[in-house]
């Protein structure tokens, strides 16, 4: 057997010495300087040759650098020098040799899967493998020949398999009355003799028998490790487990050679050879070459691609995430429990991110180029794109069909961004050549994009990590084509990506976990510290119970330290603040707090300050509520979660207390809206609250608001933030002469409209 390198550029003299060129002239690319390069994967035999000629997966190559020597090397060697791999005076051990022959029969079966999955491919080049016939011979002696060789006696021989084991079995059951009335004990019940222990007409040692024992245990255990579709129709009590690794490690051909003279028949012996030469893989079988055959795939990397998305990806992603708008496709994409919130057995329901992935088929080794990593880095921002896309449509239908896991990467409490993990993964070959490790180890290079520093939860800042994944076991987990493995390891790899991006994350970054203390509303903190928590706060958690949880991420860089400080103290008065790395349920650092209402006055020194003259021309509105529930519904104990006060619109015939004219309202130009609790307007206390934006809302719209007992139609001032102003106002003052110049009109407790202006007169002392 001829072993080749994919991608690899031979000297042409050194393949006309080992006398490989004709057998591949029309398959060879020779560029310009020379070299010969053969850009397939897969086998060729070569009537020319009378040999195999195997192209292996260039991954197979460890690229060294100069101060190696600079030149590619496969198990220490040059690929020149393992060429013919059937050389026992050569460079390759036995192991090797072995090896090289079992990657070929992966490699077989990863093709033929991969055929069978993608009817539509044009990358394999394929003339059907030659059947058994009487014409002329050839000698082989790869594994995959007989593999191939003892499937198709299996199918093609049925008649004969089936009459030699009726003949084996023929008398078996059958009763000697002889021996049983000699040596068997005998019980006579109404008069007639019952035998206990019959004894039947058994043959001491059946040769056929164990020869068909051992064929079908081989096609059993290759049907099962190589997943090769084998029909098993016989009724023998196989050998397995630990007993067939007894025939695998050199039993088997020890003893097939002790039954070898049993059998003359033409079949038989034929039987026999095959067997013997699965068990010593180096014995030589005739196989007929009438023509030349050939499995090979011209860009593997496809291949590679399209085993990773099998093994790691999803296939049902929403239309435009893989495929994206501008053109771009994403290699590997999955949904999967995201990265902040807590770990799976820590969590009650699964919150999920997308995961982004790019198979990378390079030699062992290799880089990623700059040009593959902003490529990650476009597949990020056109998903954040896509996300945000369908969270500001109105189609309802769409969101449901498009994101039915309900997943948003933005915040609106924190206007901050989910992380999404992206990674490249490439491939390596296990250093002990082992097809069963399904090792998976991560680089040490991390690349990052950002526009602003120190803010981890920024729909700019984006981190991509780097895999390796042993390239024997998924190619062998593919090839094997069992779903149930391919599934588990789907899960376990999975959850391995998450930690090994949560470990990163917990290296470069401190997680802190907080929670509002007593009397603080989380909410209009942060919008009033907005440009000091941008990007550090996100709301991974949301509400767990009744209690508010925030996680807040900080650079572990030292140029940060001073920023991280002041974040800290910033937080800390008004949040309990734990470390807590991500991935950590917040409950098992944070203490318990006992939420107050959600009204509750928020410190003076938390609130913006407006200077009053500044106003003199724009309109303030003074309000009341009536009780504490109706001020949690104005701070937020709505359906939108939103801080917003409304006012009664007048409607003709509908006699309503306290309403005013729309067009009032909206011409008005109302900045502020002052409010104090209905009845203690003589304590002088009230809240003031800057106006965002105002809307009308129907009877039915309250209802949905879950407004008590809505009538008629509202308008509704929508509150940015909760504010403090300059002077004081005496409020108890303002409210008693306005009574006394309304005397007949007011009703109390309706809104009432006046300028900046007016209220400087009522400066508190």
């Known amino acids: 057997m001829k072993v080749l390198i994919e991608g690899y550029y031979y000297d ?11 057998g591949l002239i029309e398959y060879h690319r020779r560029p310009s300087d020379g070299f010969v390069c053969y850009n397939y994967v897969g086998h060729v035999y070569s009537p020319k040759l009378k040999d195999y000629i195997f192209f292996l997966p260039k ?33 390759l051990d036995a192991p090797q040799r072995g090896f090289i022959c079992e990657l070929a029969v992966w490699v077989y079966r990863a093709l033929m899967i991969y055929r069978e999955t993608h009817p539509n491919q044009n990358i394999l080049l394929e003339r059907n493998i030659a059947q058994i016939g009487n014409r002329r011979q050839r000698l082989s002696d790869t594994l995959l020949d007989i593999i191939l060789e003892l499937i198709r006696f299996n199918r093609d021989n049925q008649n004969y398999l089936l009459f030699v084991l009726k003949s084996i ?46 064929y079908y245990s081989i096609l059993n255990y290759v049907s099962n490790h190589y997943g090769f579709h084998v029909n098993i129709n016989m009724g023998f009590e196989l050998i397995t487990g630990s007993k067939l690794k007894h025939y695998l490690e050199g039993y088997g051909r020890v003893r097939m050679r002790q039954i070898r003279y049993k059998y003359f028949s033409d079949k038989a012996l034929r039987l026999w050879e095959l067997c013997y030469a699965f068990f010593d893989k180096s014995h030589a079988i005739n196989v007929h070459d ?36 501008d053109g771009k496709r994403v290699d590997h994409m999955y949904t999967f429990a995201d990265l902040v919130y ?25 880089s990623v180029g700059d040009d593959s990593v902003y490529k990650q880095y476009t597949y990020a921002r056109n998903v954040i794109q896509w996300n945000l896309d369908l969270f500001l449509s109105d189609d309802e ?64 800042t984006l981190i991509v990590t780097h895999y390796d994944v042993n390239f024997l076991y998924v190619l062998s987990l593919y090839a094997r084509n069992n779903a149930f493995s391919k599934t588990s390891w789907k899960v376990q790899v999975r959850e391995l990506f998450r930690k090994n991006i949560q470990d990163e994350l917990n290296s470069k970054y401190s997680f802190y976990a907080i929670t509002p203390r007593e009397g603080v509303n989380a909410e209009q903190f942060i919008q009033q510290n907005f440009q000091q928590l941008l990007g550090k706060v996100y709301t991974p958690f949301g509400e767990i119970g009744s209690q508010e949880y925030y996680s807040v991420a900080l650079d572990n860089g030292d140029r940060f330290a001073d920023e991280n400080e002041r974040t800290l103290s910033l937080l800390t008065p008004y949040f309990y603040t734990e470390r807590c790395p ?16 959600i009204g509750t006055v928020i410190p003076t020194s938390l609130l913006t300050l407006h200077y009053v003259q500044r106003y003199v021309k724009d309109n303030f509105l003074i309000g009341c509520y009536k ?34 004219k729309r067009s009032q309202l909206e011409q008005g130009g109302i900045k502020f809206v002052i409010l104090y609790r209905l009845g203690e307007d003589f304590k002088n206390e009230y809240r003031v609250f800057h106006v965002h934006h105002h809307a009308v809302m129907s009877e039915d719209r309250m209802r949905q608001a879950l407004y008590p007992n809505p009538q008629g139609n509202y308008f509704c001032f929508v509150f940015d933030e909760e504010v403090t102003i300059n002077p004081d106002i005496n409020l108890v003052r303002f409210l008693t002469e306005y009574r006394i110049d309304t005397e007949n009109e007011y009703q109390e407790g309706a809104p009432i409209v006046t300028t900046g202006e007016k209220l400087m007169q009522y400066q508190s002392t």
């Open 12 to 22: 042409p003299a050194v393949l006309e010495h080992e006398q490989v060129t004709d």
């Open 59 to 91: 991954v197979v190559l460890e690229e060294k650098s100069k101060e190696d020597g600079g030149a590619d090397r496969v198990f220490g060697e040059k690929p020149e020098d393992i060429i013919c791999v059937s050389d026992k005076d050569g460079k």
């Open 169 to 214: 079995h023929s008398g078996y059951n059958k009763i000697n009355w002889r021996r049983t009335i000699s040596h068997s004990q005998t019980i006579v019940q109404d008069g007639v003799p019952v035998y206990l222990r019959p004894v039947n007409k058994k043959k001491q040692v059946n040769y056929d028998e164990e020869l068909f024992i051992i």
């Open 290 to 325: 009438d023509q030349k055959e050939y499995l090979l795939a011209q860009n593997f990397n496809i291949i590679f691609e399209a085993i990773i998305d099998e093994l790691v990806g999803s296939k049902d992603i929403p239309s435009g995430l893989k495929e994206q708008k």
């Open 342 to 366: 807590p770990d799976a057995q820590q969590r009650q329901a699964q919150r999920d991110i997308y995961y982004i992935g790019d198979s990378k088929y390079y030699k062992i080794g290799s």
């Open 397 to 460: 239908e769409k969101k449901q069909k498009d994101n039915p896991k309900n997943i948003w990467l933005r915040d609106e409490a924190t206007e901050g961004y989910n992380i999404i993990p992206n990674f490249f993964i490439s491939a390596f070959v296990d250093d002990k050549l082992s097809f069963e490790n399904d090792n998976l180890r991560k680089r040490e290079t991390v690349f990052n994009a950002r526009q602003f520093e120190n803010r981890l939860f920024d729909r700019d």
């Open 582 to 597: 991500i991935g950590t349920n917040p409950e098992s650092v944070l203490p318990k707090v006992k939420q107050q209402a």
């Open 627 to 660: 009780d504490e529930a109706q001020l949690s519904w104005i701070l937020g104990a709505n359906d939108k979660g939103t801080n917003l006060y409304n006012v009664r619109i007048y409607t003709k015939g509908l006699k309503r207390a306290g309403t005013m």
